[in-house]
């Protein structure tokens, strides 16, 4: 079955860059989404088709596509920015969707 | 303001069954497609099911093809997920969603234990 991979944990210092990482076969093919989960809480979408932000996501996060891989930046990390990062995209058929196993970020 | 509520967890034993509800408020309920999604406490999130706006064209994730079973009633805005054949893997809290763009939403997710 189709996979996409993330690394599982990333830590950056306050005002810092992160790009968290997301691979797969279909990525040139299919658009990426990212997710932001806080502890406890559900799923927040942060990056949708690749690189739109949602209007009430702030605008240190942002998303590109290249080839097999999906990059979510945050630039500027904040503390607040802190949870676990999963991107979501379906395979070649478009019929199944998967999630990565998730990025841990720590801002600190 | 859109809601989705889940309920129909529980404490399940290996083999048996349970049905999730997720009834939907705020929106249109039968413009859009529904998922279904799953997440071992402490880890990741696993897309689990999606039913189109009619019920009549469903996809599975591997892990749950051939054991569980989507379906909808438009007239009640309610999508539903039957769990047959449990295992203790299927053990998680399973979330309803309308994977919508650019503002999608979630459930607050119904925690389904399988354990003898």
């Known amino acids: 079955s189709y996979e996409l991979t993330q690394p599982p944990s990333m830590s950056v210092s306050p005002g810092q860059t992160a790009r968290i990482t997301c691979s797969g076969d279909a990525l040139p093919r299919k658009y990426a989404y990212w997710y932001q989960q806080k502890s406890g809480q559900a799923p927040v979408l942060v990056i949708y088709e690749d690189n739109k932000r949602p209007s009430e996501i702030p605008e240190r996060f942002s998303g590109s596509s290249s080839g097999t891989m999906a990059t979510l930046t945050i630039s500027g990390a904040q503390v607040d920015d802190e949870g676990d990062y999963y991107c979501y995209s379906t395979d070649s058929s478009g019929d199944h969707w998967v999630f990565g196993g998730g990025t841990k970020l720590t801002v600190l | 303001e859109v809601q989705l509520v889940e309920s129909g967890g529980g404490l399940a034993q290996p083999g048996g069954s349970l049905r999730l509800s997720c009834a939907a408020s705020?929106?249109?309920?039968?413009?859009?497609?529904m998922h279904w999604v799953r997440q071992t406490p402490g880890k990741g999130l696993e897309w689990v099911s999606r039913i189109n706006r009619f019920g009549n064209t469903t996809f599975y994730a591997d892990s749950v093809k051939g054991r569980f079973t989507v379906s909808r009633d438009n007239s009640k805005n309610t999508v539903y997920l039957h769990l047959s054949s449990l295992r203790v893997e299927d053990s998680a809290v399973y979330f309803c969603t309308t994977f919508t763009t650019p503002n999608d939403h979630w459930g607050q997710g119904t925690l389904v234990t399988v354990s003898s």
């Open positions: 705020g929106y249109s309920f039968s413009d859009f497609w």
